[in-house]
């Protein structure tokens, strides 16, 4: 553990805390101490996100959201996970999840991401909010009232019977997982200037989001024929689900545990130093 002591302008204790400073006592000094700075990259080990200049104290004076957003899209990710692989008989594309969508994905999230955006966490702040909008339309999709799968189905009876009826909604509702694919590949590649759970985090939700748009546009195609692949697909999408998950989860215990003081740490895989940000290369040239 390094920290520099000094005195600032107006001669109260000032503290840095270096790299090196474990979790938990950095949590604990930015809660009891007058006037603190932090590096780089024990920032992002706490927060999940590169650091920035932020004006005030809210940083030293509320706790740390990042982890409500992680338990809303833990509860939300584990459970479809296994719906997707069918494990023990789970099934019905995560119906039985839907509370469960709706409140820990969806509100959670969204509460997580609403109070980074008041800390200046622009990252992971956009991250939170717009899965859990995702959750949220998700949860919704699958409630009867809003009708979004009915309303494909064709008058006639045969047409129903022979599954046509699904061929609009499969087509629809990849371009939806297609566009979150794309804005995980975004966030995939913010994420490497944070740490290596992060990146599996968005790398596993790219490829689960990829397999299902192609599971949907392959049912849409040919419902009876694509069947068996598409339901390949979707089992793949649960796999990587389940990886993301447990990625999530490690992320989770690593917050936690800092946050009650435990004498356990554990490592994130810092990126910070890898990939220098705009503003170090722009002072190099200087």
């Known amino acids: 553990m390094e920290n520099d002591g000094s005195i600032d302008s107006k001669g109260s204790n000032h503290e840095h805390l270096h790299d090196s400073t474990s979790p938990e006592l950095a949590m604990h000094k930015m809660k009891t ?26 940083r030293q004076t509320f706790g740390n959201p990042t982890a409500i957003g992680l338990t809303g899209h833990v509860i939300s990710i584990g459970p479809l996970a296994a719906d997707l ?60 009232q809003l009708n979004a ?31 979150m694919g794309l804005l995980c590949f975004m966030y995939l590649a913010c994420s490497i200037r944070t740490n290596i759970a992060f990146v599996i985090v968005f790398l596993t939700l790219l490829i689960a989001f990829s397999l299902i748009t192609g599971a949907y ?35 989770l215990f690593s917050l936690m545990f800092a946050s009650v003081d435990m004498p356990i740490s554990l490592p994130l895989g810092d990126l910070s130093t890898r990939i220098p940000s705009a503003t170090d290369r722009k002072l190099a040239q200087d």
């Open 33 to 58: 101490a007058g006037s603190i700075s932090i590096s780089p990259a024990l920032f992002e080990k706490l927060y999940l996100s590169p650091q920035n200049k932020v004006k005030g104290s809210l």
């Open 85 to 144: 692989m069918g494990w023990r008989g789970a099934g019905g594309s995560g119906a039985a999840s839907i509370p469960f969508f709706l409140y820990f994905g969806g509100v959670l999230m969204t509460l997580g991401g609403i109070l980074e955006f008041f800390l200046g966490n622009t990252f992971p702040s956009v991250v939170f909010v717009s899965f859990g909008a995702f959750w949220l339309s998700y949860g919704g999709l699958l409630l009867p």
């Open 149 to 179: 799968y009915a309303a494909y189905a064709p008058p006639d009876a045969t047409s129903i019977a022979e599954g046509l009826e699904t061929t609009g909604f499969n087509a629809s509702f990849g371009f939806v997982t297609l566009s």
């Open 217 to 251: 546009w392959a049912l849409a195609l040919d419902y009876t024929g694509n069947g068996g692949f598409a339901a390949k697909l979707l089992e793949g999408a649960g796999a990587s689900s389940f990886v993301c998950a447990a990625a999530s989860w490690w992320i």
